[in-house]
Protein backbone atom coordinates (compact mmCIF):
# COMPACT_ATOMS: atom_id res chain seq x y z
CA UNK A 1 0.00 0.00 0.00
CA UNK A 2 1.21 3.41 -0.68
CA UNK A 3 0.10 6.24 1.08
CA UNK A 4 0.64 9.36 -0.30
CA UNK A 5 0.46 12.69 2.33
CA UNK A 6 -0.01 16.23 0.46
CA UNK A 7 0.54 19.52 1.57
CA UNK A 8 -3.61 20.37 0.04
CA UNK A 9 -6.67 19.18 -1.05
CA UNK A 10 -5.76 20.24 -4.94
CA UNK A 11 -2.43 18.09 -4.23
CA UNK A 12 -4.39 15.07 -4.17
CA UNK A 13 -6.98 16.00 -6.88
CA UNK A 14 -3.39 16.09 -9.08
CA UNK A 15 -1.87 12.93 -7.66
CA UNK A 16 -5.30 11.40 -7.97
CA UNK A 17 -6.13 12.28 -11.69
CA UNK A 18 -2.34 11.18 -12.26
CA UNK A 19 -3.78 7.47 -11.13
CA UNK A 20 -7.11 7.60 -13.27
CA UNK A 21 -4.89 9.02 -16.09
CA UNK A 22 -2.34 6.28 -15.55
CA UNK A 23 -4.57 3.30 -15.11
CA UNK A 24 -6.34 4.37 -18.71
CA UNK A 25 -3.43 4.10 -19.75
CA UNK A 26 -2.09 1.06 -18.45
CA UNK A 27 -5.47 -0.71 -20.15
CA UNK A 28 -4.91 0.82 -23.76
CA UNK A 29 -1.80 -0.36 -24.00
CA UNK A 30 -3.18 -3.91 -22.97
CA UNK A 31 -5.51 -4.02 -25.57
CA UNK A 32 -8.15 -3.81 -22.30
CA UNK A 33 -11.17 -1.91 -22.14
CA UNK A 34 -10.87 1.18 -20.15
CA UNK A 35 -13.09 0.47 -17.27
CA UNK A 36 -13.25 2.88 -14.47
CA UNK A 37 -14.65 2.93 -11.06
CA UNK A 38 -16.08 6.14 -10.08
CA UNK A 39 -17.04 7.61 -6.35
CA UNK A 40 -18.96 10.74 -5.69
CA UNK A 41 -19.46 12.89 -2.74
CA UNK A 42 -16.65 15.87 -2.10
CA UNK A 43 -13.52 13.59 -1.71
CA UNK A 44 -13.14 12.90 -5.71
CA UNK A 45 -14.72 16.73 -6.93
CA UNK A 46 -10.99 18.43 -7.11
CA UNK A 47 -9.45 15.24 -9.34
CA UNK A 48 -12.48 15.29 -11.36
CA UNK A 49 -12.33 19.19 -12.13
CA UNK A 50 -8.31 18.10 -12.59
CA UNK A 51 -9.43 15.56 -15.34
CA UNK A 52 -11.93 17.90 -16.85
CA UNK A 53 -9.14 20.44 -17.43
CA UNK A 54 -6.92 17.84 -18.82
CA UNK A 55 -9.70 16.71 -21.39
CA UNK A 56 -9.98 20.31 -22.42
CA UNK A 57 -6.64 21.95 -22.37
CA UNK A 58 -4.44 18.63 -23.01
CA UNK A 59 -6.92 16.62 -25.30
CA UNK A 60 -6.88 13.91 -22.54
CA UNK A 61 -9.58 11.47 -23.82
CA UNK A 62 -11.93 9.21 -22.22
CA UNK A 63 -13.75 8.23 -25.63
CA UNK A 64 -13.31 4.17 -25.00
CA UNK A 65 -14.30 4.46 -21.00
CA UNK A 66 -16.72 2.88 -19.98
CA UNK A 67 -17.45 4.09 -16.09
CA UNK A 68 -19.16 2.26 -13.07
CA UNK A 69 -20.68 4.20 -10.11
CA UNK A 70 -19.61 2.75 -6.67
CA UNK A 71 -22.95 3.14 -5.01
CA UNK A 72 -26.57 4.81 -5.48
CA UNK A 73 -29.45 5.69 -3.13
CA UNK A 74 -32.82 3.84 -3.34
CA UNK A 75 -35.65 5.72 -3.98
CA UNK A 76 -34.54 9.12 -5.46
CA UNK A 77 -36.35 8.76 -8.47
CA UNK A 78 -34.01 9.05 -11.99
CA UNK A 79 -32.81 12.40 -12.25
CA UNK A 80 -32.93 13.42 -8.94
CA UNK A 81 -30.12 16.20 -8.60
CA UNK A 82 -28.99 14.00 -6.02
CA UNK A 83 -29.10 10.50 -7.43
CA UNK A 84 -25.37 9.58 -7.62
CA UNK A 85 -26.37 9.29 -11.56
CA UNK A 86 -26.91 12.77 -12.23
CA UNK A 87 -23.82 13.65 -9.40
CA UNK A 88 -21.34 11.72 -11.66
CA UNK A 89 -23.04 13.43 -15.03
CA UNK A 90 -22.54 17.08 -13.28
CA UNK A 91 -19.27 16.67 -12.08
CA UNK A 92 -17.67 14.47 -14.50
CA UNK A 93 -18.58 13.03 -17.26
CA UNK A 94 -20.79 14.90 -19.66
CA UNK A 95 -17.41 17.54 -19.43
CA UNK A 96 -14.75 14.64 -20.14
CA UNK A 97 -17.26 13.67 -23.16
CA UNK A 98 -18.00 10.11 -22.00
CA UNK A 99 -21.11 9.13 -23.83
CA UNK A 100 -24.31 8.44 -21.03
CA UNK A 101 -24.84 5.26 -22.29
CA UNK A 102 -21.21 3.98 -21.00
CA UNK A 103 -21.82 5.37 -17.43
CA UNK A 104 -23.42 2.72 -14.87
CA UNK A 105 -24.55 2.86 -11.74
CA UNK A 106 -26.85 0.65 -9.57
CA UNK A 107 -30.39 1.09 -10.57
CA UNK A 108 -31.39 2.95 -7.23
CA UNK A 109 -35.03 3.65 -8.70
CA UNK A 110 -35.73 -0.02 -9.64
CA UNK A 111 -39.19 -1.94 -8.20
CA UNK A 112 -37.42 -4.38 -7.46
CA UNK A 113 -33.72 -3.02 -5.66
CA UNK A 114 -32.28 -6.44 -4.93
CA UNK A 115 -32.87 -7.81 -8.34
CA UNK A 116 -31.00 -4.35 -9.52
CA UNK A 117 -27.87 -5.09 -7.34
CA UNK A 118 -27.52 -8.74 -8.38
CA UNK A 119 -27.85 -7.21 -12.33
CA UNK A 120 -25.30 -4.34 -11.41
CA UNK A 121 -22.98 -7.22 -10.60
CA UNK A 122 -23.21 -9.24 -13.03
CA UNK A 123 -23.02 -6.00 -15.83
CA UNK A 124 -19.55 -4.72 -13.61
CA UNK A 125 -17.67 -8.52 -13.75
CA UNK A 126 -18.77 -8.91 -17.20
CA UNK A 127 -17.47 -5.33 -18.37
CA UNK A 128 -13.86 -6.79 -17.23
CA UNK A 129 -11.20 -5.81 -15.00
CA UNK A 130 -11.82 -2.45 -13.28
CA UNK A 131 -8.48 -0.49 -14.18
CA UNK A 132 -8.94 1.92 -11.27
CA UNK A 133 -11.22 1.99 -8.41
CA UNK A 134 -11.49 5.17 -6.78
CA UNK A 135 -13.07 5.73 -2.90
CA UNK A 136 -13.65 7.98 -0.30
CA UNK A 137 -14.10 6.75 3.08
CA UNK A 138 -17.06 7.97 5.31
CA UNK A 139 -16.36 9.61 9.25
CA UNK A 140 -17.16 5.78 10.44
CA UNK A 141 -14.75 4.10 7.96
CA UNK A 142 -17.08 3.05 5.24
CA UNK A 143 -16.31 2.67 1.75
CA UNK A 144 -18.79 2.85 -1.22
CA UNK A 145 -21.27 2.34 1.47
CA UNK A 146 -20.44 -0.34 3.24
CA UNK A 147 -21.30 0.65 6.59
CA UNK A 148 -19.44 -0.62 9.51
CA UNK A 149 -20.37 -4.78 10.26
CA UNK A 150 -20.48 -4.92 6.28
CA UNK A 151 -18.83 -8.48 5.11
CA UNK A 152 -15.39 -8.21 3.98
CA UNK A 153 -16.45 -10.67 1.11
CA UNK A 154 -19.73 -8.96 0.27
CA UNK A 155 -20.94 -8.11 -3.48
CA UNK A 156 -23.69 -5.33 -4.35
CA UNK A 157 -26.49 -5.57 -2.45
CA UNK A 158 -29.31 -3.30 -0.60
CA UNK A 159 -27.45 -2.05 2.50
CA UNK A 160 -29.10 0.53 4.88
CA UNK A 161 -27.07 3.56 5.83
CA UNK A 162 -26.56 4.82 9.44
CA UNK A 163 -27.52 7.92 10.56
CA UNK A 164 -24.01 9.15 11.21
CA UNK A 165 -23.59 8.84 7.51
CA UNK A 166 -27.03 10.34 6.71
CA UNK A 167 -26.34 13.27 8.96
CA UNK A 168 -22.52 13.57 6.96
CA UNK A 169 -24.41 13.54 3.91
CA UNK A 170 -27.89 16.27 4.82
CA UNK A 171 -25.65 18.71 3.49
CA UNK A 172 -26.42 17.88 -0.32
CA UNK A 173 -29.83 17.84 0.65
CA UNK A 174 -30.48 21.21 2.12
CA UNK A 175 -29.06 20.22 5.52
CA UNK A 176 -32.64 18.43 5.61
CA UNK A 177 -31.62 14.72 7.91
CA UNK A 178 -35.23 13.46 6.62
CA UNK A 179 -34.25 13.63 2.97
CA UNK A 180 -31.45 11.64 3.07
CA UNK A 181 -32.51 8.41 1.77
CA UNK A 182 -32.03 5.65 4.43
CA UNK A 183 -31.53 2.74 2.08
CA UNK A 184 -28.70 2.24 -0.77
CA UNK A 185 -27.69 0.09 -3.41
CA UNK A 186 -23.28 -0.30 -3.35
CA UNK A 187 -21.09 -2.49 -4.74
CA UNK A 188 -19.71 -5.10 -2.25
CA UNK A 189 -15.96 -4.80 -0.45
CA UNK A 190 -15.51 -8.38 -2.17
CA UNK A 191 -16.50 -6.21 -5.28
CA UNK A 192 -13.97 -3.27 -5.08
CA UNK A 193 -11.70 -5.79 -4.03
CA UNK A 194 -11.46 -6.67 -7.92
CA UNK A 195 -10.68 -4.02 -9.19
CA UNK A 196 -6.62 -3.62 -10.54
CA UNK A 197 -5.66 -0.71 -8.56
CA UNK A 198 -8.06 1.14 -5.90
CA UNK A 199 -7.29 4.70 -5.15
CA UNK A 200 -8.93 6.23 -2.02
CA UNK A 201 -8.87 9.74 -1.54
CA UNK A 202 -9.30 11.90 1.98
CA UNK A 203 -9.22 15.33 2.77
CA UNK A 204 -9.68 17.08 6.12
CA UNK A 205 -9.35 16.29 9.55
CA UNK A 206 -12.64 14.95 10.37
CA UNK A 207 -11.08 12.06 8.04
CA UNK A 208 -8.13 11.62 10.24
CA UNK A 209 -9.55 8.77 12.27
CA UNK A 210 -11.09 6.85 9.91
CA UNK A 211 -8.38 7.13 7.42
CA UNK A 212 -5.85 6.06 10.84
CA UNK A 213 -8.36 3.10 11.44
CA UNK A 214 -8.73 2.35 7.92
CA UNK A 215 -4.91 1.67 7.38
CA UNK A 216 -3.19 1.15 10.88
CA UNK A 217 -5.76 -0.87 12.83
CA UNK A 218 -6.87 -4.17 12.38
CA UNK A 219 -8.46 -5.94 9.01
CA UNK A 220 -12.36 -5.79 10.81
CA UNK A 221 -16.06 -5.32 9.27
CA UNK A 222 -16.05 -2.68 12.22
CA UNK A 223 -13.76 -0.60 10.02
CA UNK A 224 -15.16 -0.64 6.62
CA UNK A 225 -12.30 0.82 4.67
CA UNK A 226 -9.75 -1.63 6.42
CA UNK A 227 -10.34 -4.18 3.82
CA UNK A 228 -7.68 -2.27 1.52
CA UNK A 229 -5.44 -3.78 3.47
CA UNK A 230 -5.71 -7.21 1.37
CA UNK A 231 -5.64 -6.12 -1.91
CA UNK A 232 -1.86 -5.82 -3.33
CA UNK A 233 -2.05 -2.58 -5.31
CA UNK A 234 -3.80 0.43 -3.20
CA UNK A 235 -3.14 4.00 -3.35
CA UNK A 236 -4.16 6.04 -0.28
CA UNK A 237 -3.99 9.71 -1.11
CA UNK A 238 -4.40 12.36 1.27
CA UNK A 239 -3.84 16.00 2.78
CA UNK A 240 -2.06 16.30 6.01
CA UNK A 241 -5.03 17.13 7.82
CA UNK A 242 -6.83 13.39 6.94
CA UNK A 243 -2.90 11.97 7.51
CA UNK A 244 -2.83 13.64 10.61
CA UNK A 245 -3.17 10.27 12.78
CA UNK A 246 -1.21 8.25 10.90
CA UNK A 247 1.57 6.65 12.94
CA UNK A 248 3.98 6.17 10.14
CA UNK A 249 3.21 9.38 8.28
CA UNK A 250 7.02 10.06 8.55
CA UNK A 251 7.68 7.31 6.76
CA UNK A 252 4.90 7.78 4.43
CA UNK A 253 6.43 11.29 3.69
CA UNK A 254 10.16 10.00 3.63
CA UNK A 255 9.06 7.18 0.99
CA UNK A 256 7.47 9.76 -1.76
CA UNK A 257 10.33 12.02 -1.37
CA UNK A 258 12.55 8.94 -2.30
CA UNK A 259 9.80 7.35 -4.91
CA UNK A 260 11.65 5.37 -7.53
CA UNK A 261 11.21 7.82 -10.40
CA UNK A 262 9.43 5.07 -12.99
CA UNK A 263 7.48 3.52 -10.03
CA UNK A 264 4.35 5.27 -11.87
CA UNK A 265 0.87 4.71 -9.96
C1 LIG B 1 -19.67 7.83 -2.52
C2 LIG B 1 -19.22 6.82 -1.58
C3 LIG B 1 -18.93 7.15 -0.16
C4 LIG B 1 -18.13 8.43 0.02
C5 LIG B 1 -17.90 8.70 1.49
C6 LIG B 1 -17.14 10.00 1.71
O1 LIG B 1 -19.85 7.27 -3.80
O2 LIG B 1 -19.09 5.70 -1.95
O3 LIG B 1 -18.20 6.09 0.42
O4 LIG B 1 -16.90 8.31 -0.65
O5 LIG B 1 -19.13 8.77 2.14
O6 LIG B 1 -17.94 11.04 1.29
P1 LIG B 1 -17.33 12.49 1.08
O7 LIG B 1 -16.33 12.38 0.01
O8 LIG B 1 -18.50 13.34 0.65
O9 LIG B 1 -16.74 12.89 2.38
Given at each position: ??????????????????????????????????????????????????????????????????????????????????????????????????????????????????????????????????????????????????????????????????????????????????????????????????????VLVATGEQ???????????????????????????????????????????????????????????
Amino acid sequence: MEVVLLPTPTDCGRVVADALQAGLARARVRGAPAVLGLATGSSPLLAYRELVRRHAEEGLSFADVEAFLLDEYVGLPAGHPESYREVIRRELTDAVGIDPARVHGPDGAAPDPLAAALAYEERLQAAGPVVVQLLGIGTNGHVGFNEPGSSLSSRTRVKTLTEQTRADNARFFADDVDAVPRHVLTQGLGTILRAEHLVLVATGEQKAAPVAAALEGPLTASVPGSVLQLHPHVTVVVDEAAGSRLALADHHRHALTHKPADQGW
